[in-house]
């Protein structure tokens, strides 16, 4: 065992070891990359939110973010983030059980994580998120390390219940159906998994025609998270999205007919040289295609990406500030008149669809990150039951399956949360 391999398995200051065996059999302890604030949705890796006093949980599998002043999002279908599902009760920290209608509570400040699958056909110019193109992909492989690292975080969790499973990325529509079953048969075997648990799948256009959304459905998901971004082609291109309007308006369109009052869209806003009318213009079709829940992300440029390096060149115009604000300020005055009602920064729902998953994260609730790259947060067993973690478990992919392989899971980092963090 390498150093920083060595160094990732000894306990933090205050904390306990994790229960899985070490090379020489003792047990030892050792999470993805934080992505924008208003990136954040819920979805992408394996997330189970845990709920401390009765040991409930949400399990995801994504990317982690932190909620911004104002949305914004760097990355493709969410915000930073790691591939795997998340567990909730789901990918950082979530609420107990969302009101499915009258009066929503006031949210305190969260720190939402989550885990995905971290592989994508392509890298999208904004996206700084934790993921890869790889030539091929050893799924069987993934998904036995996928039940593993659920199984045994599900365990030192010490949860019983978990109501909710994001999957997230990368791009998790791209796995097949039968690692979506497989995953949520092994939360079924390790917890309580309702029959009504909130399971959401984010979908990429180009990768879920309605016979593969059918399926999914019969592996489990039973709601879609569908990163349509934009409905004008020229900025898709700009984006590097693989998808068209028309595109993302069929696989809406589809997803709807299999997921009635179950289907969330997102919508970008403050990209270079985007103006307020048109982007009004978009919302609102949307508004006339679209389900019960809708997710507003600004634009949030990423050192690294192909449009920081557009932008920081010449070669395009900076995003404008002020006229992203007045986007967002504006289309939640179009959505409140459409019905929708505002449930945290980038996220809102009517007729009550708000996101238990998401929900959970902005109630401060524990959460399981499962997959490469993915955050969690919750309380380990063996600290007392005072003393909760956030997690990061390893990014790259191979070598989070060789730890998980090892030990049972990939937690690259273990850090004790006082109580200012919390």
Known sequence: MDRRLRRAHQCPAGGAADPRPGPSGRVDGRGARSRSPSSFRPGGALGLPVHSLAPRARLGLGRCLVPPVAPRRSGRHGAARGPGPRLGGSGQDGPEAPPRGGRIPEPCTPEPARGAWPYCEKRCSYCNFNKYIPRGVEEA??????????????????????????????????????????????VAQAAHLPADSEVTLEVNPTSAPGSRLAAFGAAGVNRLSIGLQSLDDTELRLLGRTHSANDALRTLAEARHLFPGRVSVDLMLGLPAQQVGPWLGQLRELLRHCDDHISLYQLSLERGTALFTQVQQGTLPAPDPELAAEMYQEGRAVLREAGFRQYEVSNFARNGALSTHNWTYWQCGQYIGVGPGAHGRFMPQGVGGHIREARIQTLEPDNWMKEVMLFGHGTRKRVPLGELEL
């Open 141 to 186: 492989a993934m998904r036995s390390c996928l039940v593993t690292e659920a199984q045994t975080l599900l365990q030192l969790s010490g949860v019983r219940r978990v109501d909710s499973v994001f999957f997230g990325g990368g791009t998790p529509s791209l796995a097949s159906p039968h690692t979506v079953a497989a995953v949520l048969e092994a």
